[in-house]
C-alpha cells in the first residue's frame, strides 16, 4: 500500500531534551516536507526537500532541522525542544514537488513539549 | 500580504442541507488551488486541484469552482460522511505555498 509513516504518533518530552520524528514514503517520490499544524493557523511549512541530500527552509524553520540522505526518509529533528513548539506535526510527499501536484500525507505525530 | 481565508470557521448543517465553503486568497501568480479533506487525527486527503478560472471538478457530493480570488466546494445533499475539516491550499509564484485554516463541516443526521 502506498503511503506515507511517521513515527511516533504521540510523543510527550521535557524542554531541552532532543528529539527526532521519522517519516518513510514508499512512492519513490523525489518531494518530502514537513508541516506543523496549530489551531487558527493552517499547515505552516518547517522544511522540505526536493531531492537526495537537497533541503530547503520552509516559512517557519527557526528550531528545526531535517536531513536527507535516502530518497524514502525524511527525519525532522528537534535538537533542543521548546514548549512553542508543541504542535500536531505532519509529513508529507509528493513525486516532483508541491506546486502543481498532490501531496501525501502521514497520519501526523502530535508533540507536546512540557 | 499573501493569504489564504477560509470561511466559514466551522459549519453544522442537517443531512440533505446542501451548502457551500470558500476559500480566497490574495496571491499573485497562482499556479494551483487544492482542497483537501481532514478526518481527526489523520493526515488531510487530496480532494481536487484547480487551475485557472472557470475551472471545474466534482467528485460524489463535492464540486469545486474557481475564479480570480475564491474557490469554493459546493456539497449537494451531505451525508454524515461527510463531517471532516476541508482545507485550501494555493500554489504561487515558483515555489510557494500557503494553507488556509480550515472550515470544520459537521453533517447531522
Known amino acids: 500500500e502506498a503511503q506515507v509513516t511517521q513515527n511516533p504518533r504521540y510523543l510527550i518530552t521535557v524542554t531541552g531534551k532532543k528529539l527526532t520524528v521519522t517519516c518513510s514514503q514508499n512512492m519513490n517520490h523525489e518531494y518530502m516536507s514537513w508541516y506543523r499544524q496549530d489551531p487558527g493557523l493552517g499547515l505552516r511549512q518547517i522544511y522540505y526537500s526536493m531531492n537526495v541530500e537537497v533541503t530547503d527552509k520552509g516559512d517557519v524553520p527557526e528550531g528545526y532541522k531535517v536531513s536527507r540522505k535516502e530518497k524514502r526518509n525524511f527525519p525532522l529533528i528537534l535538537e533542543s525542544p521548546s514548549p512553542n513548539q508543541t504542535s500536531l506535526y505532519f509529513c508529507?510527499?509528493?513525486?516532483?514537488?508541491?506546486?502543481?501536484?498532490?501531496?501525501?500525507f502521514g497520519s501526523g505525530t502530535q508533540l507536546s513539549v512540557l | 500580504e499573501d493569504q489564504v481565508t477560509q470561511s466559514p470557521e466551522a459549519l453544522r448543517l442537517q443531512e440533505g442541507e446542501s451548502s457551500s465553503l470558500n476559500c480566497s486568497y490574495t496571491?499573485?501568480?497562482?499556479?494551483?488551488l487544492f482542497w483537501y479533506r481532514q478526518d481527526p487525527g489523520k493526515g488531510p486527503e487530496f480532494l481536487f486541484t484547480l487551475y485557472s478560472a472557470g475551472e471545474e471538478k466534482e467528485k460524489e457530493r463535492l464540486k469545486a469552482t474557481l475564479t480570480k480570488k475564491e474557490s469554493f466546494l459546493h456539497i449537494t445533499a451531505p451525508k454524515p460522511e461527510d463531517s471532516a475539516t476541508y482545507l485550501c491550499?494555493?500554489?504561487?509564484?515558483?515555489?510557494?505555498?500557503?494553507f488556509g485554516a480550515g472550515t470544520r463541516l459537521t453533517v447531522k443526521p
Open positions: 491550499a494555493v500554489s504561487y509564484n515558483n515555489n510557494d505555498m500557503r
Open positions: 508529507a510527499s509528493s513525486l516532483r514537488g508541491f506546486i502543481n501536484e498532490k501531496l501525501f
Open positions: 496571491v499573485s501568480g497562482l499556479r494551483g
